[in-house]
């Protein structure tokens, strides 16, 4: 899993609620990147950041936000806007050398709604 | 579907049979890369192809590339039931990396 590390590992929401996941990073990459995966599917990509205090709308952004004060820190807050919240979070990062270097992921957060 | 496609969906072999997967995609693209997801996990690297590399090898892992045809392929040579997990292909353009919906791989000992 990389120095990214994502917490909680297990979070339980209940409707109308909003939760904020974890994502920090210590391998000093610029940018990050939030991804949601349903089950026996592949990731859908929510928000990702190229740079400190700068962010973009992903393939699914409707429903989340996030904020990049920090280099190593990505939160992402899973809003009641969103209406079928229930699934597997990731969170990766990139180093510098841009789209020709690898995505490092997370573990990973399971948020299920109840 | 933005997404890339990936065949089989699911593929079940005896330890020691090569594994292939396929993956197509539908935009230009600067490179693609292959991970590993063991269940509940995070996806782990495998290897990345160039868009202007045609094949790749790491350790028991070749990849394929054809841009003419939008798709690649991972051979996994003399599996192990440690390999036993999803895989998935993502293709980067613009900065930004789209998943296939990933095969999953069972390898019986």
């Known amino acids: 899993d990389g120095g990214i590390t994502q917490s909680p590992k297990y979070l339980f929401r209940k409707e109308g609620q909003n939760v904020t996941l974890s994502c920090e990073q210590n391998?000093?990459?610029?940018?990050m990147y939030w991804y949601r995966q349903d089950p026996g599917q592949g990731l859908r990509l929510i928000y990702y950041?190229?740079?400190?205090?700068?962010?973009q709308k992903g393939d699914i952004a409707e429903g989340y936000s996030v904020s990049r004060e920090k280099k190593e820190s990505f939160p992402l807050t899973v809003t009641s806007a969103q209406k079928n919240p229930t699934a597997f979070y990731l969170c990766?990062?990139?180093?510098?050398?841009?789209?020709?270097?690898?995505?490092?992921f997370g573990p990973g957060t399971r948020l299920t709604v109840l | 579907s933005q997404q890339g496609e990936e065949d089989p969906q699911a593929l079940s072999i005896q330890e020691g049979e090569n594994a292939t997967m396929n993956c197509s995609y539908k935009?230009?693209?600067?490179?693609l890369q292959w991970y590993r997801q063991n269940s509940g996990r995070g996806l782990v690297h495998l290897i990345l192809?160039?868009?202007?590399?045609r094949e790749k090898h790491s350790g028991r892992l070749r990849v394929t590339l054809d841009t003419s045809k939008k798709s690649s392929s991972l051979l996994i040579t003399a599996s192990r039931a440690a390999d036993t997990a999803s895989y998935f292909c993502?293709?980067?353009?613009?900065?930004?990396?789209?998943f296939g919906d990933g095969t999953t791989l069972t390898v019986k000992p």
């Open positions: 990766a990062s990139r180093g510098s050398g841009g789209p020709a270097t690898t995505q490092y």
């Open positions: 391998l000093n990459h610029d940018a």
């Open positions: 950041s190229q740079i400190v205090n700068d962010f």
């Open positions: 935009t230009s693209i600067n490179n």
């Open positions: 192809i160039r868009s202007n590399e």
């Open positions: 993502a293709y980067t353009n613009a900065g930004k990396s789209t």
